[in-house]
């Protein structure tokens, strides 16, 4: 039995609930696409909606792969700390993205949410596959807050997604036909 096995009811919590949030996101913003008049611009798609299908994806991989009946913990680290570096990665992209894109000037909380929070939950995901081998316990740990708050993040930027939309963009839209 390994450290992992304490964290099951966790993975499959977290896990689960990612995958509803992927399949609900893309409910709603199919809904919203049939109410909205106006034209769609990928380059806001690509720097604030599918990073939140990416981050749900995060987690919800993630999940599964720390759910697997592992021997040890470092096959598993190796696993997620690629997880980390990819992200870490990823999220410099976005903020590429969000930096190129003219559809929307990113406020505060935009950067924050899009940007650095994502940073540094996949940032503590490679840190703590590093650190694995010597402290198990506590990269754990830090595996389950980086979860968290990936999936956390993903769940505000879609509802900010959402409100934006439902509350700006198609009212917007709506007066222009007037």
């Keep these: 039995m ?7 009811n966790f993975y499959v919590i977290v896990g689960s609930s ?6 609900l996101q893309f409910v ?5 696409a049939t109410l ?7 380059e806001a798609g690509r720097a604030f909606a599918t990073p939140n299908i990416v981050h749900f994806s995060a987690v919800l991989g993630l999940s599964g792969l720390l759910c697997a009946p592992w021997d ?19 999220a410099i992209i976005v903020t590429r993205r969000m930096r190129a894109q003219h559809a929307y000037q990113p406020e505060f909380e935009d950067w924050m949410f899009h940007s650095l929070l994502p940073f540094l939950a996949y940032l503590a995901l490679a840190a703590s596959a590093v650190a694995a081998r010597w402290h198990p316990r506590e990269s754990l740990i830090a595996v389950g807050a980086a979860v968290l708050l990936l999936l956390f993040t993903a769940i505000h930027n879609a509802w900010d997604a959402v409100t934006y939309h439902v509350f700006v963009k198609v009212p917007e839209s709506s007066r222009a036909e007037y």
């Design 36 to 42: 909205a008049r106006a034209r769609a611009n990928p």
């Design 28 to 32: 709603v913003m199919s809904f919203i």
């Design 18 to 23: 990612a995958g509803a949030l992927i399949g």
């Design 72 to 90: 040890g913990v470092n096959a598993a680290a190796m696993l997620w700390g690629f997880v980390g570096l990819c992200g870490t990665v990823y």
């Design 2 to 8: 390994t450290s992992l096995t304490a964290w099951q």
